[in-house]
């Protein structure tokens, strides 16, 4: 999502912000999901964005890339794996479900996911919103 | 992507599904016509849906994925009739019994239209909760700025 | 973090001596703390090492509850409450030790334009 030579506001926020973008993407194919639920032949698709998430974050499990530290006031950054960029998946789910039809699609699953993504989302701009709280905090000096 | 694209394709689903509903209600009302302009009884319609050309991933890996994504949505290739054998009442009296004394009624059953109206019904119903969720999850991401 | 009693200690180790707003280097041997009566030398922990540990702890706090936060995007934890009372709790950590460093500002100002 962010380009690594651009300024980042911090691991988190850049999570939190490549959540929400995940998060639409989802949406648009539940969205597409939902408005085939009758079409002869649809396969459904979903994307992938968390395993995405926790792949642009690095692993913890590389080791030569820990940060030196000579004073024990420094934050020690743990070792990680380089980042990639955030790049999610489409997945078509090909599994036949038994409908005469022929459309995999289940509009009661899809609906759950639905809400279940909208809340994700939600909960995500919330957090989002907590983190540039904390930095205008420290920027103004003051409290809410 | 993101918010219209959503939105878009919710619509595309309601829109097909209210066809769906509309010829539903139309077979249901015609399930005893005998008479049509082009003669012979009603013919049961139905409707057929596709996804709309450039919504799915065409291999996987593709790297435009996201993008047809944003693309897809359903569409109606048109209205058919159902070529299935009429119902056939076996009533002589009737000024339109054919020479053997059948009357053809519509191929019609009301029952099935009933499941598929319910079928049609819900379908609708999930679109328009789509459609709100992702309303809601844009009007979300447009709070941050507020505070 | 008890943040009463860190407070209690705080005004208690800077009351009885001068008010000493460098924190030092990390020694406990620090001249300019050996010169305060009434301060680290009576045993309770010294002003500078009160703030410290609430330095310490806030931050412990603000990296845990952001490291949970990237857990619950990426999927790691479902648990929402954990991670949203972890959030208000460093939260509440940020402003608490904010409006302290606020007031012992205020205080060092108003010390500095005595005229002795």
Do not use: C, W
């Amino acid at each position: 999502m962010n380009d690594v030579n651009s300024v980042s506001f911090g691991p988190t926020v850049d999570t939190l912000s490549n959540a929400i973008a995940g998060a639409d993407m989802q949406q648009t194919a539940i969205a597409e999901n939902i408005a085939n639920v009758n079409t002869p032949g649809y396969r459904r698709q979903s994307v992938s964005f968390k395993d995405a998430l926790a792949a642009a974050e690095g692993d913890s499990s590389g080791d030569d890339l820990g940060m030196l530290t000579n004073s024990d006031r420094q934050f020690a950054l743990g070792s990680q794996a380089a980042p990639q960029p955030f790049d999610p998946q489409v997945q078509v789910d090909t599994t036949d479900k038994m409908r005469v039809d022929g459309s995999n699609v289940d509009v009661d699953q899809e609906t759950a996911q639905l809400a279940q993504n909208s809340g994700y989302s939600q909960t995500m701009a919330q957090l989002l919103q907590v983190q540039f709280m904390r930095l205008r905090e420290a920027i103004t000096e003051q409290t809410h | 992507m993101g918010f219209y694209s959503s939105v878009e394709i919710s619509a595309s689903g309601l829109s097909a599904e209210r066809l769906a509903m509309d010829v539903i209600a139309n077979n249901i009302a015609n399930a005893n016509t005998t008479h049509t302009p082009g003669g012979g009884p009603f013919k049961r319609q139905l409707v057929v849906f596709a996804q709309k050309p450039g919504g799915a991933p065409e291999t996987a890996g593709d790297p435009n994925d996201i993008e047809k994504l944003g693309q897809g949505g359903v569409e109606v290739l048109g209205v058919e009739q159902d070529q299935s054998p009429d119902r056939l009442v076996f009533d002589p009296s009737n000024p339109d019994a054919d020479a053997r004394g059948y009357v053809h009624y519509p191929n019609v059953s009301v029952v099935k239209e009933m499941v598929d109206m319910m079928a049609a019904s819900r379908a609708y119903e999930a679109n328009v909760s789509a459609m709100q969720e992702a309303r809601n999850m844009t009007n979300a991401a447009l709070n941050i700025l507020r505070s | 973090m008890d943040i009463n009693s860190s407070y209690d200690a705080a005004m208690r180790s800077a009351i009885p001596g001068t008010f000493v707003p460098d924190i030092g280097t990390g020694s406990s041997n620090d001249v300019q703390t050996q010169a305060i009566p009434g301060g680290a030398a009576t045993g309770a922990p010294s002003f500078k090492d009160t703030v410290k540990s609430f330095l310490s702890d806030v931050n412990d706090k603000v990296t845990s509850s952001d490291q949970l936060t990237r857990d619950l995007a990426a999927g790691r934890t479902n648990d929402v409450s954990k991670v949203v009372t972890s959030v208000e709790e460093a939260n509440l950590a940020m402003q608490f030790t904010m409006a302290i460093r606020n007031k012992l500002l205020d205080a060092y100002t108003e010390i500095s334009r005595m005229q002795v």
